[in-house]
């Protein structure tokens, strides 16, 4: 019985990791397709398109647009995250059980209702459509996702650590900036990189708050409309690779240290 148990558990998790990769392994082998459609049988083997994918101002300006977002609305949704998890785990607030719902709110809320709001907040306002809007969209859904994670890793063991630097004659900002926050530095870290991986798949926001300006998957978007073709393969297959580097970096960088601390 027990040998039985092992094999069937063997066999879901065989069975479970084919279902999440089977659809990117036919993404990443039909992309070095030799025609001119990414559909079976594979005839041959090709760089061509990774060629025109790398060759294409328009892919290359939308991957660039991509990293800006993604990198400079996680930074402000983890100093936001931080600083709002920071205040309501060693301050007194009214209504502070409220207000870490209202700020975990937007996670339950759909992404098209967000970006729905945000654009026509941005209409009434007068605020052009561009990489700056995407980025505010970006922050709405992202910043209570690290205020999440930050606010959970705060524990009443730091307190003496804090009190011991302000006995030291360290200003407030001090305590946050050179105690806190390196004792906190995982869960930033890993908030960050969350937000990040989510913040450069996203589609819905960008699609709605972008003109002309646009993300990486609101290209890819505008290349399938024409069809599908193996260059959309190869830069699926490129921003596949980039997620994979984003999350090695974070074990590596976040994770294992967090482990190996006594």
């Not at 659809?23 to 990774?50: C, M």
Request: net charge positive; hydrophobic share 55%; proline share 5%.
């Amino acid at each position: 019985m027990r040998r039985l148990t092992l094999l069937l558990s063997a066999l879901y998790i065989v069975a479970v990791y084919i279902f999440i990769f089977l659809p990117v392994a036919v993404l990443v082998i039909f992309s070095f397709q030799d025609g001119s459609l990414p559909v079976p049988p594979l005839h041959g083997l090709t760089l061509r398109w990774y060629g025109e994918v790398l060759s294409d101002r328009g892919l290359m300006d939308a991957l660039f647009n991509s990293l800006i977002v993604a990198v400079v609305s996680s930074l402000v949704s983890c100093l936001l995250g931080f600083l709002a998890a920071y205040g309501l785990a060693r301050h007194t607030l009214p209504a502070s059980a409220l207000m870490r719902g209202l700020l975990a709110a937007p996670m339950s809320v759909s992404t098209l209702i967000i970006g729905l709001g945000l654009l026509a907040l941005f209409n009434r306002l007068g605020v052009p459509l561009s990489l700056f809007t995407i980025g505010v969209g970006h922050v709405v859904i992202n910043m209570p996702l690290c205020f999440a994670i930050i606010y959970a890793s705060i524990g009443g063991h730091q307190v003496n650590i804090e009190r011991a630097a302000r006995d030291l004659g360290a200003r407030e900002w001090q305590v946050v900036a050179l105690v806190t926050a390196p004792m906190l530095a995982p869960s930033i870290l890993a908030s960050f990189f969350l937000s990040v991986t989510f913040s450069w798949d996203e589609f819905i926001i960008a699609f709605l708050l972008s003109r002309f300006d646009v993300t990486l998957p609101v290209e890819i978007w505008s290349m399938l409309r024409s069809g599908l073709n193996p260059k959309t393969n190869a830069i699926g297959s490129l921003v596949f690779l980039v997620s994979i580097a984003l999350l090695f970096l974070a074990e590596f960088t976040v994770f294992r240290k967090a482990r190996t601390r006594p």
